[in-house]
């Protein structure tokens, strides 16, 4: 890992010692809806949503009770929630008849549900599991890219190069601060800059300084 990489990794732990998962769950299967559910939708709207549906339907057994159009009016606050819908409830008869039951821990299996890309996938291995994995949302993305830690105009090289910049002990943690720092200083239109605490170290403030 080079030097500025390790230092604004040294610098962001240090402004967000309180960084965790912010979609609320108790188990994986939770987790696994809850990042379905998030698509194009705040994580503050999703626990919203989710306090409910998870006290009512906690585990994948009760999600396979529940009919389409009872899901719909459960998520319907929430974006695509008709997609989402048929997505979910055919993701748990795959986790029931193709898993066992339970949420699988590899990338390969999780993507090869309904409704679960490389984005969700990651975000349920390194959240539930533990097992390294950089999941590139839209914040990952911009940060990286800006900070110069990534170079890449789409969100798979962006992880792939994200994976070599630094060390796996790292990944899970990275991604969380990269997170964090795109919600409060990087923000998508007039990043913080001036405030940003590991502005040194940024490409794109060097680039833009007169
Ligand atoms: S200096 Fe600006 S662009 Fe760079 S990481 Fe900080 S807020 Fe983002």
Known sequence: MNSKT??????LTKEYPDIKCLLDHETPFQLLVATILSAQ???????????????????LDDFLLLTREELEERIKQIGLYRNKSKHILLMCRQLK????????????????????GRKTANVV?????????IAVDTHV?????????????NVLNTELQLQE???KSLWILTHRLLIFHGRRC???RNPNCDECIIKE??????????
Do not use: H, M, W
Request: proline share 5%.
């Open 97 to 116: 008849e193709q898993f066992g039951g339970e949420v699988p821990n590899t990338l390969e299996d999780l993507t090869s549900l309904a409704g679960v």
């Open 186 to 188: 990087c923000y998508a």
């Open 6 to 11: 390790s230092e604004v990794i040294k610098l």
């Open 125 to 133: 291995l390194s959240n539930a599991f533990g097992v390294p994995a």
């Open 165 to 167: 910049a630094v060390d």
């Open 201 to 210: 170290y940024c490409d794109y403030y060097k680039s833009a300084k007169p």
């Open 41 to 59: 939708t705040t994580d503050k709207k999703v626990n919203e949503i989710t306090k409910d549906l998870f006290r009512d339907y906690p585990t």
């Open 141 to 153: 993305f911009r940060v990286s890219n800006r900070i110069g830690i990534a170079n890449a105009k």
